[in-house]
């Protein structure tokens, strides 16, 4: 059995999330590969002295400015989704979030539509497609002016 002092576990947990030497590198390819090797950053509005993402990847990359994770969203390079909460997440994540976008249907489309387009789903795509059900109720429930329960 593998023992480790308190120091010892300490040191590898504070480590393996970038926190005691710079392992990321600098500036925004360093913040890429923060992202990269952490999963994802959680976006928060919590704001004292700065949004408290930007405080996540200030303390593990040298210069870091807020500009570098627009541009690696236009670069392409990481993505905002919402995972568990809204993040920025590395681009190659990005297909496990195409599954839901595609199951999504957005609220201001109207009743109309949706209803229409749930009951083709229900009709003739359901067999077939790999979608979350439930998720297609909720928004046209909401659209019709209900809150998760079946507007009357």
């Given at each position: 059995?593998?023992?480790?002092?308190?120091?010892?576990?300490?040191?590898?947990?504070?480590?393996?999330?970038?926190?005691?030497?710079?392992?990321?590198?600098?500036?925004?390819?360093?913040?890429?590969?923060?992202?990269?090797?952490l999963g994802y950053i959680q976006i928060d509005t919590i704001s004292?002295?700065?949004?408290?993402?930007?405080?996540?990847?200030?303390?593990?990359?040298?210069?870091?400015?807020?500009?570098?994770?627009?541009?690696?969203?236009?670069?392409?390079?990481?993505?905002?989704?919402?995972?568990?909460?809204?993040?920025?997440?590395?681009?190659?994540?990005?297909?496990?979030?195409?599954?839901?976008?595609?199951?999504?249907?957005?609220?201001?489309?109207?009743?109309?539509?949706?209803?229409?387009?749930?009951?083709?789903?229900?009709?003739?795509?359901?067999?077939?497609?790999?979608?979350?059900?439930?998720?297609?109720?909720?928004?046209?429930?909401?659209?019709?002016?209900?809150?998760?329960?079946k507007a009357k």
């Amino acid at each position: 059995m593998l023992t480790l002092t308190n120091k010892e576990a300490r040191n590898i947990i504070l480590t393996s999330q970038g926190l005691v030497h710079n392992s990321f590198g600098n500036k925004k390819a360093g913040t890429q590969n923060a992202i990269e090797h952490l999963g994802y950053i959680q976006i928060d509005t919590i704001s004292v002295v700065e949004r408290a993402h930007h405080h996540t990847i200030w303390s593990r990359v040298n210069d870091y400015h807020k500009k570098y994770l627009d541009e690696l969203v236009e670069d392409k390079k990481v993505f905002e989704y919402w995972s568990h909460a809204a993040a920025y997440l590395p681009m190659r994540d990005y297909r496990f979030s195409l599954m839901r976008k595609t199951c999504t249907l957005p609220v201001s489309w109207g009743g109309i539509l949706i209803s229409a387009l749930l009951n083709l789903f229900t009709t003739v795509l359901k067999p077939k497609a790999p979608c979350n059900r439930k998720i297609l109720k909720r928004r046209k429930n909401k659209a019709a002016g209900g809150i998760g329960k079946k507007a009357k």
